[in-house]
T-cell receptor, first 113, second 110 residues
């Protein structure tokens, strides 16, 4: 069964450093998302992306965050200057159409020291 | 504010029991409602999706219902098995985003 792939599975960085989290969505999917889950808290929406544009973003997704689809297969989340509170599990997700099942990757555990 | 609440927060049952997980949401202008399973340290697996116009969906031993007017959904698991042990998340779709509940941690004892 096709799956969403995320790399790396774990990322440790120093506060203030830039990180790029990578995702390969399912090949025929057109809608892409990033969510995050801080330890012990709910899964939170960050951003949705379609047709090379952000469709919607949450209050969390401030100027320090950006997303990009640099080629036909990858979808990336960049955090320019990481803060301690950015430590979380970051999930990428994709869907073929809106209002259809969302397929999630296994996540990248980001630790900011 | 769009909020999703799940009850109970945790549940421990002996193998073979039928069980019900509850989800409620404050904003009834939903596109759909999805139930996910999350295993420790892993991603989310979609179990069932109910469109806003539907009342229920079934997949194997799982049955999910939706009452949009009252803002409630239930996930029914029949004949529970130890392999069902996981966290079950309810998520409501509003436009381009899902709003998640905190989940129900289920433990099925053999």
């Amino acid at each position: 069964e096709p799956e969403v792939t995320q790399t790396p599975s774990h990322q440790v960085t120093q506060m203030g450093q830039e990180v790029i989290l990578r995702c390969v969505p399912i090949s025929n999917h057109l809608y892409f998302y990033w969510y995050r889950q801080i330890l012990g808290q709910k899964v939170e929406f960050l951003v949705s992306f379609y047709n090379n544009e952000i469709s919607e973003k949450s209050e969390i997704f401030d100027d320090q965050f950006s997303v990009e689809r640099p080629d036909g297969s990858n979808f990336t989340l960049k955090i320019r200057s990481t803060k301690l509170e950015d430590s979380a599990m970051y999930f990428c997700a994709s869907a073929r159409q809106p209002n259809e099942k969302l397929f999630f990757g296994s996540g990248t555990q980001l630790s900011v020291l | 504010k769009q909020e999703v609440t799940q009850i109970p927060a945790a549940l421990s049952v002996p193998e073979g029991e039928n069980l019900v997980l509850n989800c409620s949401f404050t904003d009834s202008a939903i596109y759909n409602l999805q139930w996910f399973r999350q295993d420790p340290g892993k991603g989310l697996t979609s179990l069932l999706l109910i469109q806003s116009s539907q009342r229920e969906q079934t997949s194997g031993r799982l049955n999910a219902s939706l009452d949009k007017s009252s803002g409630r959904s239930t996930l029914y698991i029949a004949a529970s098995q130890p392999g069902d042990s996981a966290t079950y998340l309810c998520a409501v779709e509003y436009g381009n985003k899902l709003v998640f509940g905190a989940g129900t941690i289920l433990r099925v004892k053999s």
